[in-house]
């Protein structure tokens, strides 16, 4: 089984811009999260998606945002791009949401760089 | 969900078993213990997961005190490629999703 995709692999835009990014999970996942990795902060936790809604969001501004289609497909947004936005953005799909407790598998991120 | 603690390093020589320890001394009774390891610049990979029991699959063994305060992940004969960061963490299955919140984890390295 495939695992879950996640596109461009490698961005770089300037500020002030905006980008989309893509991701396709598991085949059969109906949850898909998002997480942004920097050295400073670490792995933070963006949002969650389940059946097209947002199930739950993290501590970010609204210049971060995303959806859900119905083929589980997801995509995030983010406007205004400050240099502080740099990082490698994860994707990662759930079976399902809530209980039993499910495990999330991730993409292999996509490293954005602003300039 | 509970604060986990872990080394920020540790080495192991390769073929030898890696025990990575986790303490969660604040985990209630319905938190579950999740292993996770990310590779430089790689998507974290999920290892296992226990809720009192221990665990094994095909990667690692996870062993869970009686109280539940503490883990540990065993990898029984470590390669180079299971130089990594290893996050533990204890979340609740809950309705209100599924996200998990990484700590700093355990930077392992094994060595040939």
């Known amino acids: 089984k495939a695992g879950v995709t996640q596109t461009p692999r490698y961005l770089i835009k300037t500020r002030g811009q905006q980008v989309t990014l893509s991701c396709s999970p598991i085949?059969?996942?109906?949850?898909v999260s998002w997480y942004q990795q920097t050295p400073g902060q670490g792995l933070q936790f963006l949002f969650e998606?389940?059946?097209?809604?947002?199930?739950n969001k993290g501590n970010f501004p609204g210049r971060f945002s995303g959806r859900q289609f119905s083929n589980s497909r997801s995509e995030m947004n983010v406007s205004t791009l400050e240099l502080g936005d740099s990082a490698l953005y994860l994707c990662?799909?759930?079976?399902?949401?809530?209980?039993?407790?499910?495990?999330?598998?991730f993409g292999p991120g996509t490293r954005l760089t602003v300039t | 969900d509970a604060k986990t603690t872990q080394p920020p390093s540790m080495d192991c020589a390769e073929g030898r078993a890696a025990n990575l320890p986790c303490n969660h001394s604040?985990?209630?009774?319905?938190?579950?213990v999740y292993w996770y390891r990310q590779i430089h610049s790689q998507g974290p990979q999920y290892i296992i997961h226990?809720?009192?029991n221990n665990e094994t699959n095909e990667m690692a063994s996870l062993i869970i005190t009686e109280d539940r305060k503490s883990s540990t992940l065993i990898l029984p004969h470590a390669t180079l490629r299971d130089t990594a960061v290893y996050y533990c963490?204890?979340?609740?299955?809950?309705?209100?999703?599924?996200?998990?919140?990484f700590g700093t984890g355990t930077s392992l390295t094994v060595i040939p």
């Open positions: 990662a799909s759930s079976l399902g949401f809530g209980t039993p407790p499910y495990e999330q598998y």
């Open positions: 085949s059969g996942h109906r949850s």
């Open positions: 998606y389940f059946s097209e809604t947002q199930r």
């Open positions: 604040t985990i209630s009774g319905n938190e579950y």
């Open positions: 226990g809720l009192k």
């Open positions: 963490i204890v979340r609740v299955p809950s309705n209100t999703g599924n996200q998990f919140y």
